[in-house]
C-alpha cells in the first residue's frame, strides 16, 4: 500500500511548504508547562529548529514529529518540532516569529502571544504545600535557596554553623541533591540528615527542606561562603498527551482536564546568595600545650590499674569533648623516659569528642606516679588562652614475679640488675612461628607417585593398544589399495 502511495499519488510542491507555530495552553499556569508545536508542511527533512531566547519562559527540546496524509490522491508529510516552555514568571509574554530557511528561501512563522497566571493552591508530590503564594509574579519566588550562618566574624579554626534551606511553595519537587558550596579557605564537615517541615515567610506557608553542617576556616581574612547550589527536578503539569489522543470533545472540561493531567519532570538547578564572614586571626602567646583547638572544651583523663607490677601494662585513656573543631585539635601524649616505656597511642573520634588510649610499663618500682598532662585550647567566649591540667596519678608499682610469664602481646622488658630483677633476653621473632596456610591446595598421601597408580599403566597400555590398532588399520587398508591380487581373492 505504501509503494502503491508512492507511485500514484501526487506529491506537494515547492509551493505546497508552509510553516506554522502555535501553543496547546494558553493561558498557561505558574508551574505548569505549555507545549510550543512548530509544523512545517511539504518536506522530507529538516534538522531540529534552535530557539531563540524567549523572555520569561525556559524551554527544552522534546523531539520531532512526523504525519502523513493523503487525501484525493494528494499526499503530504508534515514535519513537526515540539518544544516544552517552562514559565518562569507571570505576565503578557509574545513568542517571536521564526525564520525557517527551506530549500533557498525563507519562511516565517507567526508570532504568538501567550499569558502566564499565578498557580493554584493544592498541589501535591514528594514535596508540595498546599497554599499558593500571594501575588508570586516569577517561579524563583515559589522555589529558592537561603544559606545562613550563625556567626558572620570567627576566629581561626572555630566551628561555624552552616544551614541551608530549600524553600517550595505549591510545586511538587522531587530527587533533591544536597547542597554543593564554595568553601574556599574553610574545611567541611559531612552534612547530617535533612530536616523537613514547614515554615511561614512573608504570608505564606512553605514547605522547607533543611540541611546543616559545620565549616572551619584556616585562614584569616575577608572570606565567602557560598553560593551554595542545589539540583532537583520539579514536575510542571501538562495535559498534552491526553487531550492529543482523546481529541477534545467532553475531555475539554476543566474537570476531566485535572482529572487526566500528567506531570513532566524538568531538572533545575538553583542557587542561593553567599555569605560573607570576617575571619581573625589567634592572638599571640600560645601556650606551650596549646592543642590547636578553638571554642570550649573539657579534658578528662583515667588511669587503669593504679597498682602494678614491674612489666605489667597500664592503660591511659584521654578525652576531649565540648564546642570546637576535633579534628585539628592535638592530643598530648606520653614518651618514654627512664622509670616507664609508653606504646603508640590509639586515636579515635566518637560523637562525644575524641578520645586517646595509649599503654604505659613501668620499668622499676621507683616509678610512684604518671605525670600530670595539660590540653590548652583558644576559648572565643573569653577570647583568651585556657589551660586544663589533670593529674599527676599515683601509682603503687611492685616488683614482678621471677617465674611470672610476659603478658600476652607486650614483650617484657629488661630490669636492671641492680633491684633484683633478672633480664629478660629478647627472642628473634619468626624463628618458633609457623603461618596458618590460608589455602591446602591438592591434598596426596605421604610418598605418594604417579607412576605407582594402577590408573595410570592402564592409560598407557590403552593408548599404545590404539596406536598398535591404528596401525594395523592403515596397513590393511593401504595393501587392499596397492595389492591387486589380495583384492581380486577378497
Known amino acids: 500500500m505504501i509503494l502503491f502511495a508512492m507511485l500514484v499519488v501526487r506529491p506537494l510542491q515547492a509551493d505546497d511548504v508552509g510553516v506554522e507555530a502555535r501553543l496547546d495552553v494558553n493561558p498557561v499556569a505558574l508551574g505548569s508547562v505549555t507545549?510550543?508545536?512548530?509544523?512545517?508542511?511539504?518536506?522530507?527533512?529538516?534538522?531540529?529548529?534552535?530557539?531563540?531566547?524567549?523572555?520569561?519562559?525556559?524551554?527544552?527540546f522534546v523531539g520531532p514529529k512526523t504525519q502523513i496524509l493523503i487525501v484525493n490522491g494528494q499526499y503530504s508529510r508534515?514535519?513537526?518540532?515540539?518544544?516544552?516552555?517552562?514559565?518562569?514568571?507571570?505576565?503578557?509574554?509574545?513568542?517571536?516569529?521564526?525564520?525557517?530557511?527551506?530549500?533557498?528561501?525563507?519562511?516565517?512563522?507567526?508570532?504568538?502571544?501567550?499569558?502566564?497566571?499565578?498557580a493554584p493552591?493544592?498541589?501535591?508530590?514528594?514535596?508540595?504545600?498546599?497554599?499558593?503564594?500571594?501575588?508570586?509574579?516569577?517561579?524563583?519566588?515559589?522555589?529558592?535557596?537561603?544559606?545562613?550562618?550563625?556567626?558572620?566574624?570567627?576566629w581561626v579554626g572555630e566551628k561555624?554553623?552552616?544551614?541551608?534551606?530549600?524553600?517550595?511553595?505549591?510545586?511538587?519537587?522531587?530527587?533533591?541533591?544536597?547542597?554543593?558550596?564554595?568553601?574556599?579557605?574553610?574545611?567541611?564537615?559531612?552534612?547530617?540528615?535533612?530536616?523537613?517541615?514547614?515554615?511561614?515567610?512573608?504570608?505564606?506557608r512553605y514547605e522547607v527542606v533543611e540541611f546543616r553542617t559545620f565549616v572551619y576556616p584556616a585562614r584569616a581574612g575577608s572570606l565567602n561562603l557560598g553560593p551554595a547550589k542545589i539540583v532537583c527536578e520539579v514536575l510542571f503539569r501538562s495535559n498534552v498527551d491526553s487531550f492529543d489522543s482523546l481529541g477534545g470533545g467532553m475531555?475539554?472540561?476543566?474537570?476531566?482536564?485535572n482529572f487526566l493531567s500528567t506531570y513532566e519532570a524538568h531538572p533545575m538547578r538553583l542557587e542561593s546568595a553567599s555569605v560573607p564572614i570576617q575571619i581573625f586571626s589567634l592572638p599571640e602567646g600560645q601556650p606551650k600545650s596549646f592543642s590547636g583547638g578553638v571554642g570550649h572544651f573539657d579534658f578528662q583523663v583515667t588511669v587503669s590499674p593504679s597498682e602494678v607490677k614491674v612489666?605489667?601494662?597500664?592503660?591511659?585513656?584521654?578525652?576531649?569533648?565540648?564546642?570546637?573543631?576535633?579534628?585539628?585539635?592535638?592530643?598530648?601524649?606520653?614518651?618514654?623516659?627512664?622509670?616507664?616505656?609508653?606504646?603508640?597511642?590509639q586515636i579515635h573520634q566518637d560523637e562525644q569528642g575524641k578520645v586517646l588510649e595509649q599503654v604505659v610499663i613501668p620499668k622499676t618500682i621507683q616509678m610512684k606516679e604518671i605525670p600530670a598532662i595539660e590540653v590548652s585550647y583558644f576559648d572565643t567566649t573569653s577570647k583568651m588562652y585556657q589551660t586544663?591540667?589533670?593529674?599527676?596519678?599515683?601509682?603503687?608499682?611492685?616488683?614482678?614475679?621471677?617465674?611470672?610469664?610476659?603478658?600476652?602481646?607486650?614483650?617484657?622488658?629488661?630490669?636492671?640488675?641492680?633491684?633484683?630483677?633478672?633480664?629478660?633476653?629478647?627472642?628473634?621473632?619468626?624463628?618458633?612461628?609457623?603461618?596458618?596456610?590460608?589455602?591446602?591446595?591438592?591434598?596426596?598421601?605421604?610418598?605418594?607417585?604417579?607412576?605407582?597408580?594402577?590408573?595410570?599403566?592402564?592409560?598407557?597400555?590403552f593408548l599404545l593398544a590404539f596406536w598398535v590398532?591404528?596401525?594395523?588399520?592403515?596397513?590393511?587398508?593401504?595393501?587392499?589399495?596397492?595389492?591387486?591380487?589380495?583384492?581380486?581373492?577378497?
Open 388 to 461: 586544663i591540667t589533670r593529674g599527676p596519678f599515683p601509682l603503687i608499682v611492685k616488683e614482678a614475679d621471677e617465674a611470672a610469664p610476659a603478658v600476652v602481646g607486650i614483650p617484657m622488658v629488661a630490669q636492671p640488675s641492680s633491684i633484683g630483677v633478672p633480664a629478660v633476653s629478647s627472642e628473634r621473632f619468626g624463628q618458633d612461628i609457623s603461618f596458618i596456610k590460608d589455602s591446602l591446595g591438592d591434598l596426596q598421601p605421604v610418598g605418594y607417585r604417579t607412576y605407582k597408580n594402577i590408573s595410570f599403566w592402564m592409560a598407557v597400555w
Open 35 to 60: 507545549r510550543l508545536m512548530i509544523s512545517i508542511t511539504g518536506v522530507d527533512a529538516l534538522d531540529p529548529i534552535d530557539l531563540p531566547e524567549i523572555d520569561g519562559f525556559e524551554s527544552r
Open 251 to 257: 475531555f475539554e472540561d476543566s474537570f476531566f482536564k
Open 160 to 204: 561555624i554553623p552552616v544551614i541551608i534551606k530549600l524553600f517550595v511553595d505549591s510545586l511538587t519537587v522531587q530527587n533533591i541533591e544536597f547542597p554543593q558550596f564554595e568553601h574556599d579557605g574553610f574545611s567541611v564537615d559531612d552534612y547530617q540528615e535533612p530536616r523537613r517541615y514547614q515554615q511561614s515567610v512573608g504570608g505564606a
Open 121 to 154: 493552591s493544592g498541589a501535591s508530590g514528594n514535596l508540595s504545600a498546599q497554599s499558593s503564594l500571594a501575588g508570586a509574579t516569577k517561579l524563583q519566588d515559589k522555589i529558592f535557596v537561603v544559606m545562613n550562618t550563625a556567626k558572620h566574624e570567627a
Open 78 to 118: 508534515t514535519l513537526s518540532f515540539v518544544y516544552n516552555l517552562y514559565p518562569l514568571k507571570v505576565g503578557d509574554f509574545v513568542i517571536p516569529s521564526l525564520a525557517i530557511p527551506i530549500d533557498g528561501k525563507e519562511y516565517q512563522t507567526q508570532s504568538i502571544p501567550v499569558k502566564v497566571i499565578d
Open 469 to 490: 590398532a591404528g596401525w594395523i588399520w592403515y596397513q590393511t587398508t593401504h595393501r587392499l589399495k596397492t595389492d591387486q591380487k589380495l583384492a581380486r581373492r577378497l
Open 311 to 345: 612489666g605489667d601494662p597500664i592503660t591511659l585513656r584521654m578525652r576531649v569533648s565540648g564546642e570546637g573543631d576535633w579534628k585539628n585539635l592535638s592530643m598530648p601524649s606520653l614518651k618514654d623516659t627512664e622509670q616507664f616505656k609508653t606504646y603508640e597511642p
